[in-house]
C-alpha cells in the first residue's frame, strides 16, 4: 500500500480532465474527506490557475454578495464546495448562455447536485456530473488491474489470463481492509486514531452537513437510524421495520434516508429486472458508501471480525459485500461505458447481489462470498439469472476469498475479490 505523504494517483482526476475537453461545466461530487479538493487543485494546476474555496468564509460571504465577479473569466474556473452558495448557479448559467465551449467550470460538492431546492438547479441538462468515492484498494496499492472493464470487454480473455495468478489476501488481510475503508484521512492512521476519525466524520455529518440541507428536529433520531443502516448494509431495506427499530415513523426515516443518501453516507443499490411483476422484489439493497465507516457504527474492531462466532461472521459477511459493491461502483466510476447496477432478487430468494446491465442489453452478475471455495451450490443464483436473462447473460461471478480463478460452467466463473487490487 502507499505511504502516508506520498501523493496518491486518483483515476477519477485523469478522467476529468479529458472531459473537460467535451464538457462545459463539470460537477466532482461526493462525500466530504475523500479528496475532492485535492483533485479539484491538481486540475486547476494543469491550467495554471487558483481554486476559489467557498468553504471559506471570507471568499463565501464576499460571492453571496457578488457571484457573478467569481464566474466572469474567458479561462477555465474551478470552484471548490459551490452548495455553500447556491447563487453561484445562476451566476454559471448566465455565462452559459453566452457561450457552451466546453472547460467553463469545474466544481466540486459535498451534497448530491438533486439536494439542492428546484430554484437553485440552474445547470439541470448542462453539467456533467462525476462522483469521487473513498479511495479504492487499487488506488492505495498503485495499481490499476481494470477488473470490471477486463470482464466488460471480454470475460472468458480476463479468467484465463487470471488462472495463470495465485491471490495473495487473508482472511485477515480482507477483515483488516474493510475495517480501514477507504478515507483518505482514515487509511494511514492507527486502529485507534481511525476510530476517533470516523466518529468525528459521523458527529459532523449528522450535526452540520445535514442540517446545511433541512432542518433537521430529531437529530438522535437520525443517528440511531444511520446505525441502525449500519446493521442492515448488503441487506434489502425494508422501511416498515427501520423505522420502528428506532422509533420514528416511515415518512421521517424516508426522509432521513434520503439526506444521508444527499450527503452520500449511504446509497441504495435498486432491483434490477427487464419487469417488476411477477417473481422479482422491487426493494432495493441499503450499503453504508465507506466499509470502514460501517465497522466504526456497528462498534466492529478487526480483533471481533477474526472472531469464529455465529454472529461475527455472519457480519462479516455482509461488510464484505458492501466493501466489494464499493470497490465495483469505484471502478464503474473511472469508466467511459455507461452500464445500469443493482441487485436482483426474487420473492422465492433466488438472489445475486450485483448486477451490471449495459446499454445495448448484456447483463453480468456477481455473487460476493466470504468462503475461501466457491463450490457448486454458490452458483445457483448466478445460474438462475442466467436463466432469467438468456442470450443478453454474457457472464457471471463468484468474488470468494479464495486464491485461484477457474471456470465453472458455461459462462460461470469463480475470481478473488482481491483480484480487484492485486
Known amino acids: 500500500m502507499a505511504k502516508t505523504g506520498v501523493p496518491i494517483s486518483r483515476r477519477i482526476t485523469r478522467l476529468a480532465q479529458a472531459r473537460t475537453n467535451e464538457e462545459p461545466v463539470i460537477l466532482l461530487e461526493g462525500p466530504r474527506s475523500t479528496g475532492k479538493s485535492t483533485a479539484l487543485r491538481m486540475l486547476a494546476a494543469e491550467f495554471k490557475t487558483a481554486v476559489i474555496d467557498l468553504d471559506n ?10 457571484p457573478g465577479f467569481y464566474t466572469a473569466s ?5 470552484i471548490d464546495e459551490y452548495q455553500r452558495v447556491p447563487a453561484i448557479l445562476d451566476a454559471i448559467k448566465t455565462r452559459m448562455n453566452i457561450s457552451s465551449r466546453p472547460a467553463q467550470f469545474v466544481l466540486s460538492g459535498s451534497t448530491r447536485h438533486d439536494a439542492l431546492a428546484g430554484s437553485v438547479q440552474a445547470l439541470t441538462g448542462r453539467i456533467h456530473r462525476m462522483q469521487i468515492f473513498p479511495f479504492a484498494q487499487s488506488e492505495l496499492e498503485g495499481v490499476s488491474p481494470d477488473i470490471i472493464s ?5 470475460a472468458q480473455a480476463l479468467i484465463n489470463k487470471a488462472k495463470k495468478m495465485t491471490a495473495r489476501e487473508t482472511r485477515e488481510g480482507y477483515i483488516q481492509r474493510i475495517v480501514r475503508g477507504g478515507f483518505p484521512l482514515a487509511v494511514f492512521r492507527a486502529a485507534q486514531a481511525r476510530s476517533r476519525w470516523f466518529d468525528d466524520y459521523v458527529r459532523q455529518t449528522v450535526e452540520r452537513d445535514i442540517p446545511d440541507i433541512m432542518k433537521i428536529r430529531n437529530k438522535r433520531g437520525l443517528s440511531a437510524l444511520l446505525r441502525k443502516l449500519a446493521s442492515q448494509t448488503a441487506q434489502i431495506l425494508t422501511l416498515e421495520n427501520v423505522s420502528s427499530s428506532v422509533a420514528i415513523d416511515i415518512s421521517t426515516a424516508r426522509d432521513y434516508i434520503q439526506l444521508l443518501k444527499d450527503v452520500f453516507m449511504v446509497y441504495e443499490l435498486p432491483v434490477w429486472g427487464r419487469t417488476l411483476g411477477g417473481r422479482v422484489s422491487a426493494k432495493p439493497k441499503i450499503h453504508i458508501l465507506d466499509s470502514g465507516i460501517a465497522a466504526r457504527l456497528l462498534g466492529l474492531s478487526a480483533e471481533k471480525l477474526y472472531a469464529r462466532q455465529p454472529t461475527a461472521l455472519t457480519e462479516f459477511g455482509h461488510l464484505l459485500e458492501t466493501f466489494t459493491v464499493s470497490e465495483i461502483l469505484k471502478e464503474l466510476s473511472w469508466l467511459d461505458d455507461a452500464v445500469l447496477s443493482g441487485h436482483w432478487h426474487t420473492r ?3 438472489e445475486v447481489d450485483f448486477v451490471l446491465e449495459r446499454l445495448d442489453g448484456s447483463v453480468y452478475g456477481f455473487e460476493i462470498k466470504t468462503a475461501g471455495r466457491a ?8 445460474a438462475a439469472l442466467r436463466k432469467f436473462a438468456g442470450s443478453s447473460f454474457q457472464a457471471g461471478f463468484v468474488l470468494y476469498t479464495g486464491p ?8 460461470l466463473y469463480a475470481l478473488p475479490i482481491s483480484a480487484l487490487w492485486e
Not at 468564509?57 to 457578488?66: K, L, T
Not at 477486463?150 to 471480454?154: K, T, W
Open 57 to 66: 468564509q471570507i471568499v463565501r460571504d464576499d460571492a453571496f454578495r457578488d
Open 74 to 78: 474567458d479561462s477555465t474556473v474551478f
Open 150 to 154: 477486463g470482464i466488460l470487454a471480454d
Open 348 to 350: 422465492d430468494n433466488t
Open 375 to 382: 463450490s457448486g451450490d454458490v452458483f445457483t443464483g448466478l
Open 404 to 411: 485461484r480463478a477457474f471456470q465453472f460452467d458455461d459462462r
